[in-house]
T-cell receptor, first 111, second 115 residues
Framework: QKEVEQNSGPLSVPEGAIASLNCTYSDRGSQSFFWYRQYSGKSPELIMF????GDKEDGRFTAQLNKASQYVSLLIRDSQPSDSATYLCAVEGNQGGKLIFGQGTELSVKP | DVKVTQSSRYLVKRTGEKVFLECVQD?????MFWYRQDPGLGLRLIYF???????EKGDIPEGYSVSREKKERFSLILESASTNQTSMYLC??????????????FGPGTRLTVL
């Protein structure tokens, strides 16, 4: 079993819709969770991190964490074509600074 | 702004060659990482280092070695390149101790092709 798993993509949503990206993890002791966005041909950039159960909002982005069920999700409201990218879920590892990444979900927002 | 730079954006090498990939960060970060990224497999950790001259194996260290002689520089070495090492290589850094929000800052990546 992979340590961090994401929806297999690609995920296609129309412009203005809500995009929902999901991620599950296997280590119940994990404390910190991250969502990175990666445009084609570019390196990943951090868009959200969360470490408390519940929701964390930042503009059009909301991260949701449920430690009991071991999943973390990212909602993108009012999706724009510029949101089209691969979204990587990452979970802290057991050594300082180490992250474990999921395989990524490709999101396509159609105008 | 944190800046992580990598020595080359694109590199083409031949099977059996020794390959050096260089990474430099300018924010005095303790931790540095080397990943490779392949379609459908996400980022896989090759090696990481949390101090000068310290190194730890990641998930896929076979065929690679690393060197960290100075805090700002972390080198990935392919002793004898093989075609299955054709990939995108990403370097990242993060400061020590900020474990709850330890954002990793990535370099632009090096796309290595081994012929």
């Amino acid at each position: 079993q992979k340590e961090v798993e994401q929806n297999s993509g690609p995920l296609s949503v129309p412009e203005g819709a809500i995009a929902s990206l999901n991620c599950t993890y296997s280590d119940r002791g994990s404390q910190s969770f991250f969502w990175y966005r990666q445009y084609s041909g570019k390196s990943p950039e951090l868009i959200m991190f969360i470490y408390s159960n519940g929701d964390k909002e930042d503009g059009r982005f909301t991260a949701q964490l449920n430690k009991a069920s071991q999943y973390v999700s990212l909602l993108i409201r009012d999706s724009q074509p510029s949101d089209s990218a691969t979204y990587l879920c990452a979970v802290e590892g057991n050594q300082g600074g180490k992250l474990i990444f999921g395989q990524g979900t490709e999101l396509s927002v159609k105008p | 702004d944190v800046k992580v730079t990598q020595s080359s954006r694109y590199l083409v090498k031949r099977t059996g060659e020794k390959v050096f990939l260089e990474c430099v960060q300018d924010m005095d970060h303790e931790n540095m990482f080397w990943y490779r990224q392949d379609p459908g497999l996400g980022l896989r950790l090759i090696y990481f280092s949390y101090d000068v001259k310290m190194k730890e194996k990641g998930d896929i260290p076979e065929g690679y070695s690393v060197s960290r002689e100075k805090k700002e520089r972390f080198s990935l070495i392919l002793e004898s390149a093989s075609t299955n090492q054709t990939s995108m290589y990403l370097c990242a850094s993060t400061p020590w101790g900020r474990e709850r929000d330890n954002e990793q800052f990535f370099g632009p990546g090096t796309r290595l092709t081994v012929l």
